[in-house]
């Protein structure tokens, strides 16, 4: 009812080892995989765990996955909503899905809550961006008192992506509510190595095949970017009936997705 959809049982369960590169990122989230395994243990020694948890980074970097992962490691059930399916047309749905979402997390807490694009929902009220919006400040205002509203220890982690960090309203950020900030940023060489080496390991690779040359080449882009790339390589090889993939395959892939519209208008910019 609440339009979040919850990890099915059955799903494949997503942990630490699919996510590629991001070791501090994720020792920063041990200590939630930690809580949500536990609670009890940090409620006896009056530890206070925070409720939310703001990833922040330019999209594609892996804050979904991330997210997924905190629930995987910790085998809680995992409920995801994106901040767009909030804000409807008629006031009021809003800010009842996103009590309805509160309820369903309570009923099986310990659990994690993922709300993808929460700028959608909570960028600073009255701020000429789409401001003034009633049904969207009734939606927010609603997030807000569900997150004042349940108790500290009781096993609901709210974890939030945005790739547009300055817009939010500051209310969001005040301490109780998202007042721990992991920043997601785009892969280095060495991550950028890794994530290959993560979406390679279902692709049969020729001999030929240099996974860190194409990290060296492939500046700037994204761990969604590279598993694109390789999977382009792979529809490639396929189309020729080849079983593995050949690092022609993987060059000739980078021409149809290496510069996408985000990166050519930086080439651009860079020329001018
Ligand atoms: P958005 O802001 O667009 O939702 P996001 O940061 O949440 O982006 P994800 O949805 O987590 O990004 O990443 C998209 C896909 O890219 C993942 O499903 C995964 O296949 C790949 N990916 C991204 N980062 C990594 C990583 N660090 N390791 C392995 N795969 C990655």
Same mark, same amino acid.
């Given at each position: 009812?609440?339009?979040?959809?919850? $990890?099915?049982?059955?799903?494949?369960?997503?942990?630490?080892? *699919?996510?590629?590169?991001?070791?501090?990122?994720?020792?920063? +989230?041990?200590?939630? !995989? *930690?809580?949500? %395994?536990?609670? %009890?243990?940090?409620?006896?020694?009056?530890?206070?765990?925070?409720?939310?948890?703001?990833?922040?980074?330019?999209?594609?970097?892996?804050?979904?996955?991330?997210?997924?992962?905190?629930?995987?490691?910790?085998?809680?059930?995992?409920?995801?909503? $994106?901040? $767009?399916?909030?804000?409807?047309?008629?006031?009021?749905?809003?800010?009842?899905? !996103?009590?309805? +979402?509160?309820?369903?997390?309570?009923?099986?807490?310990?659990?994690? #809550?993922?709300?993808?694009?929460?700028?959608? !929902?909570?960028?600073?009220?009255? $701020?000429?961006?789409?401001?003034?919006?009633?049904?969207?400040?009734?939606?927010?205002?609603?997030?807000?008192?569900?997150?004042?509203?349940?108790?500290?220890?009781?096993?609901?982690?709210?974890?939030?992506?945005?790739?547009?960090?300055?817009?939010?309203?500051?209310?969001?950020?005040?301490?109780?509510?998202?007042?721990?900030?992991?920043?997601?940023?785009?892969?280095?060489?060495?991550?950028?190595?890794? #994530?290959?080496?993560?979406?390679?390991?279902?692709?049969?690779?020729?001999?030929?095949?240099?996974?860190?040359?194409?990290?060296?080449?492939?500046?700037?882009?994204?761990?969604?970017?590279?598993?694109? +790339?390789?999977?382009?390589?792979?529809?490639?090889?396929?189309?020729?009936?080849?079983?593995?993939?050949?690092?022609? *395959?993987?060059?000739?892939?980078? !021409? %149809?997705?290496?510069?996408?519209?985000?990166?050519?208008?930086?080439?651009?910019?860079?020329?001018?």
């Amino acid at each position: 009812k609440s339009r979040a959809k919850m $990890s099915a049982p059955g799903e494949k369960k997503v942990t630490f080892e *699919d996510v590629a590169g991001l070791k501090e990122e994720k020792e920063e +989230l041990e200590e939630i !995989v *930690d809580f949500l %395994k536990d609670p %009890k243990k940090y409620v006896q020694v009056g530890a206070r765990i925070p409720k939310g948890v703001l990833l922040e980074g330019p999209p594609g970097t892996g804050k979904t996955l991330l997210a997924k992962a905190v629930a995987g490691e910790a085998g809680v059930p995992f409920f995801t909503i $994106s901040g $767009s399916d909030f804000v409807e047309m008629f006031v009021g749905v809003g800010a009842s899905r !996103v009590r309805d +979402l509160f309820q369903d997390a309570k009923k099986n807490a310990p659990c994690i #809550i993922f709300i993808d694009e929460i700028d959608a !929902v909570a960028r600073r009220r009255g $701020s000429g961006l789409g401001g003034g919006h009633d049904e969207r400040e009734q939606t927010l205002n609603q997030m807000l008192v569900e997150m004042d509203g349940f108790g500290v220890n009781e096993g609901i982690i709210v974890m939030a992506a945005t790739n547009r960090k300055d817009i939010l309203d500051p209310a969001i950020l005040r301490p109780g509510r998202f007042d721990r900030d992991v920043i997601v940023g785009r892969p280095d060489v060495g991550g950028r190595e890794e #994530i290959l080496k993560v979406h390679a390991r279902n692709k049969p690779l020729g001999d030929d095949v240099d996974l860190k040359q194409i990290a060296q080449t492939t500046a700037g882009f994204t761990g969604a970017d590279l598993e694109n +790339l390789l999977n382009e390589a792979a529809i490639l090889a396929a189309k020729q009936n080849r079983m593995y993939i050949q690092q022609a *395959d993987i060059r000739h892939a980078f !021409v %149809k997705v290496g510069i996408g519209p985000e990166k050519k208008s930086r080439i651009v910019s860079e020329k001018e």
